[in-house]
C-alpha cells in the first residue's frame, strides 16, 4: 500500500519542494508519513470544509496547493483558524501535502495549465528562475500564442471568464489586439515588465493592485485579473489524473466543496 511519503516522493519528483521561493512552506505539513493511503483528496486549500469533506468521503491525505501552515504556528488551539483547521486534520487522522510555489514553477503545474486551459498555443516559460535537480528549467508564468486573434481586451477577458468560470474579469484595455498571451496564476502582478520583456501584448494573472492596471495601460499591455482561485483551481484536476496514473490502487478525489470564495454582481 502506498503511504503519505510515497505521494510526497512522487510529488516531489514533479514539482520539487526545493524549488519553492524562500518565503513559501510547502511540503509535508500535517500526520504520520508511514500511514497507508487508500484514498486522496485534492483541493486548491485546506479549509475546515475540505478537512470535512476529506473525512465524510473516507481520504486519508488531502494534497492541496495553498500551505495550511504558511505563517509560524507558536499553538494549535480551537482559538485561531489554523489551529482549529490542524486539529479537525488530526483528530480524523488526515495527512496534508501542499506543493505551493513549487508547483507554480514546475512543468505541467499551476502555470501551465493555465495556459493550456486558455488554449494558448506554443507554450513557453515567462521566467526561468533555475534548474532542478534533474535538468529541468522551472520558473513562474508562461507565454503563448492565443488559437483565436484579433479579439480586443475586452472580448478576450470574456474568453477567460467562460474558460475559467470566473465570478468576474477586471480588465484594462493596453490599446492592442490580443495575440501573444502571459500568463501567471494567483498574484502575479509584480510581473508586468516580464510579460513586456517577453513580447506579450497580454497578461493574465490575479490579485491585481489599482497601480498595477495605471502601469499596464502605460506600458500598452492588456492586464486581466481573472481571479485568484480560478486562476489556480485549474491545477487540481490534472494533478488528480497525475497521481492516480502513479497510485492506480488509490482513489483520488478532487474536493467538490472548495469553490471560489466570493461572488460578484
Known amino acids: 500500500m502506498a503511504t503519505v511519503k510515497d505521494i510526497y516522493q512522487f510529488l516531489d519528483e514533479i514539482a520539487p519542494f526545493d524549488t519553492q521561493e524562500e518565503f513559501d512552506n510547502a511540503g509535508f505539513l500535517v500526520g504520520r508519513g508511514g500511514r497507508g493511503v487508500k484514498k486522496i483528496m485534492v483541493a486548491l486549500d485546506v479549509t475546515l470544509e475540505v478537512a470535512d469533506e476529506a473525512d465524510r468521503l473516507g481520504a486519508d491525505l488531502i ?94 477577458a470574456l474568453f477567460v471568464k467562460e474558460k475559467l468560470e470566473s465570478s468576474s474579469v477586471r480588465f484594462v484595455d493596453g490599446g492592442k489586439p490580443v495575440s501573444r498571451v502571459a500568463v501567471g496564476g494567483g498574484a502575479c502582478g509584480s510581473m508586468l515588465e516580464d510579460a513586456v520583456a517577453a513580447g506579450c501584448d497580454t ?31 485549474v491545477v487540481c484536476a490534472p494533478l488528480a489524473v497525475r497521481l492516480r496514473a502513479a497510485f492506480p490502487k488509490v482513489e483520488v478525489l478532487v474536493s467538490k466543496v472548495h469553490r471560489e470564495v466570493y461572488g460578484s454582481v
Open 63 to 156: 494534497v492541496a496547493h495553498h500551505p495550511v501552515i504558511f505563517h509560524p504556528v507558536k499553538s494549535v488551539t480551537d482559538e485561531t483558524l489554523t489551529g482549529r483547521v490542524l486539529i479537525g486534520l488530526l483528530e480524523r487522522g488526515v495527512a496534508a501535502i501542499c506543493a505551493h510555489t513549487n508547483l507554480d514553477a514546475a512543468h505541467g503545474g499551476v502555470n501551465g495549465c493555465l495556459a493550456r486551459t486558455l488554449e494558448l498555443l506554443d507554450i513557453g516559460q515567462l521566467h526561468q528562475a533555475g534548474v532542478d535537480a534533474q535538468g529541468r528549467p522551472y520558473g513562474i508564468g508562461r507565454v503563448g500564442t492565443v488559437h483565436q486573434s484579433g479579439l480586443n481586451a475586452a472580448e478576450y
Open 203 to 233: 497578461f493574465v494573472t490575479a490579485d491585481l493592485r489599482y497601480n498595477q492596471f495605471l502601469d499596464a495601460r502605460a506600458l500598452e499591455l492588456n492586464l486581466l485579473d481573472a481571479g485568484h482561485f480560478p486562476t489556480e483551481h
